[in-house]
């Protein structure tokens, strides 16, 4: 364990970029975690990549049509929309896919007091109908938004949101303004228990600090999570399901 803690310490010190992959969760019963996998020591590059190889499952492409690749793409930091192609790109990667069914995106971060509007969620729903353009996406959907603020959104989009979820847990039931319009316009409730902040800044560099405490962890910011979920789509089975994460070294 220290020979690997001082490897990827010293990997870590020269790198600008950390991505993060846990491959199928699922698998990690009869596995052992190992970071980094894809460099050698003698090797310093700039862009690490962090994988638990052995869990890495891509989708067999004579299956593909049978199974639902579904993502939620969790802003942490704030950094510019490109964020969004990176993400999706990665996943697209990662499983072996040329597009995923339905990218849902958390609400953006935004200051203590702030009210979350059209202005905050425009970067990145633009980056989203790009990639639905593209055809790197089906659908778009969003999280956790009132009323006014998905009308708001869906006037103003091009591409429209095909779905929203809400949290239970903060309202109890459906806002009634909520469910008319969303039935007017066709756009599905889902219903979801994420924490209002998956994660932060301070909750991963006290994580990555008691993996390799020779770090400066206090350098590196994590800027999005991934979440995704494969299913069968006949049997409603999850076949796969994983994170995946990008932080940069802070500008000094």
């Known amino acids: 364990m220290g020979t ?3 490897a990827a310490g010293a990997l870590l010190a020269r790198a600008s970029t950390l991505h993060l992959q846990t491959g199928n969760l699922l698998n990690w019963g009869r596995l ?3 970071c980094p996998s894809t460099h050698s020591e003698e090797e310093f590059p700039d ?3 962090c994988t638990v190889s052995h869990a890495v499952e891509k989708i067999n492409p004579d299956e593909r049509e049978e199974m639902k690749v579904s993502a939620k793409l969790f802003i942490v930091g704030s950094n510019s929309s490109s964020s969004t192609k990176s ?3 990665m996943a697209c990667s990662v499983l072996g896919v040329a597009q995923l069914d339905s990218v849902i995106i958390a609400s953006p971060p935004v200051e203590d007091g702030v009210h979350l509007s059209l202005e905050h969620l425009q970067p990145y729903w633009e980056e989203l109908q790009d990639l639905v353009q593209s055809k790197k996406i089906v659908a778009i959907g969003t999280s956790d938004l009132d009323k006014t603020q998905l009308e708001q959104l869906y ?3 091009q591409v429209k949101p095909n779905s929203n979820q809400v949290n239970l847990a903060s309202c109890c039931v459906m806002p009634p303004d909520l469910t008319a319009f969303a039935k ?3 756009i599905q409730l889902l219903t979801h228990n994420d924490p209002k902040e998956l994660l932060s800044e301070a909750s991963f560099q006290e994580a990555l600090q008691e993996s390799i405490p020779d770090i400066e962890a206090h350098e590196w910011v994590p800027l999005w999570l991934l979440r995704y ?3 069968v789509k006949s049997r409603g089975i999850i076949k796969s399901k994983g994170y995946i994460l990008q932080a940069k070294r802070k500008s000094s």
């Open 4 to 6: 690997d803690s001082r």
């Open 32 to 34: 052992r975690k190992k």
């Open 47 to 49: 862009v690490l990549e």
């Open 87 to 89: 993400a999706v790109d």
């Open 155 to 157: 006037q103003w989009a």
């Open 184 to 186: 007017q316009f066709d």
């Open 229 to 231: 979920s494969v299913i």
